[in-house]
C-alpha cells in the first residue's frame, strides 16, 4: 500500500480540486500569517465547501494561541491540526482536547532530533528539514537515512520532495508524504503539470495499489 500523500500551502480552489481529482488523501491549509502561503480562514472554509468529500482537511498552525485554533475551527470543517512550532506536548493535549487530531511537525537538522517524536503523545509525526527562519516549505530536505523507527507513530516525510524524488521519498516507508513547495510554480499557486507529474510517478512505484 502507497503512502497518503497530503498537499500542502493550498490557497485557491483550482489546486485544490486538481489535487482531489488526482489522488491526495490530505490537503493542507496555512493559518501562519507570516507565511507566503496563508489563507484567511473564511477564504479556506469556502474552498473546503467547494471540494466532494474524501480527502483530510488539514489547518497549519505555527506557535498559536489556543483560542484562535478554536475560532478557526469554528469557521473552517478541519478534520486535522498540524502544529509546526515550538508546540510542547502539553500544547498538543490542549489541541486535542478540542476534538480533533493533531500531527505535530519536528524539525530535523540531526539525527538525534527524530527521537523528539517519543515525547509526543500525538500519533501522527511530521518530519520537516530545519531552517531557522522558516517554518515548512523550505523546499530544503534532510537525510532520511536518519529516519529510524518510531514505535506507536504514523510518520510524514517532508522536506524538498517532488516529482523527480518521490519514487525514492515512498521508498523510504513512511505512511504518508507531505508536499508543499516541490509542486508549485511560486508560494501557494500549483504548478498543474508538475502536480499531475506527481501523481504518474507516484501511480508508477510498485507499492502503489
Known amino acids: 500500500m502507497t503512502a497518503k500523500i497530503k498537499i500542502c500551502g493550498i490557497t485557491n480552489q483550482p489546486d485544490a480540486?486538481?489535487?482531489?481529482?488526482?489522488?491526495?488523501?490530505?490537503?493542507?491549509?496555512n493559518f501562519y500569517q507570516p507565511s507566503p502561503r496563508y489563507i484567511v480562514p473564511a477564504a479556506a472554509a469556502e474552498i473546503i465547501g467547494s471540494l466532494p468529500?474524501?480527502?483530510?482537511?488539514v489547518g497549519l498552525f505555527v506557535n498559536a494561541e489556543l483560542e484562535f485554533i478554536r475560532d478557526v475551527l469554528n469557521h473552517c470543517p478541519l478534520t486535522m491540526v498540524q502544529l509546526h512550532g515550538d508546540e510542547s506536548n502539553a500544547d498538543c493535549r490542549a489541541v486535542a482536547q478540542l476534538g480533533i487530531e493533531v500531527i505535530k511537525a519536528i524539525r530535523i537538522r540531526k539525527p538525534a532530533d527524530?527521537?523528539?517524536?517519543?515525547?509526543?503523545d500525538t500519533?501522527?509525526?511530521?518530519?520537516?528539514?530545519?531552517?531557522?527562519?522558516?517554518?515548512?516549505g523550505t523546499g530544503e530536505g534532510f537525510d532520511w537515512n536518519w529516519i529510524t523507527s518510531v514505535p506507536d507513530k504514523r510518520i510524514f516525510l517532508a522536506g524538498g520532495i517532488d516529482p523527480d524524488n518521490i519514487k525514492?521519498?515512498?521508498?523510504?516507508?513512511?505512511?504518508?508524504?507531505?508536499?508543499?513547495?516541490?509542486?508549485?510554480k511560486q508560494p501557494g499557486i500549483k504548478d498543474h503539470p508538475r502536480l499531475k507529474l506527481l501523481f504518474e510517478r507516484i501511480a508508477e512505484n510498485p507499492n502503489s495499489n
Not at 500519533?123 to 515548512?136: Q, V
Open 123 to 136: 500519533e501522527l509525526i511530521l518530519l520537516d528539514a530545519f531552517r531557522e527562519d522558516l517554518y515548512g
Open 114 to 120: 527524530v527521537e523528539q517524536a517519543g515525547n509526543f
Open 53 to 57: 468529500r474524501g480527502p483530510e482537511i
Open 17 to 29: 480540486q486538481l489535487a482531489v481529482e488526482l489522488g491526495a488523501d490530505l490537503l493542507g491549509f
Open 168 to 184: 525514492a521519498a515512498l521508498n523510504v516507508g513512511t505512511y504518508g508524504i507531505d508536499l508543499c513547495s516541490g509542486v508549485e
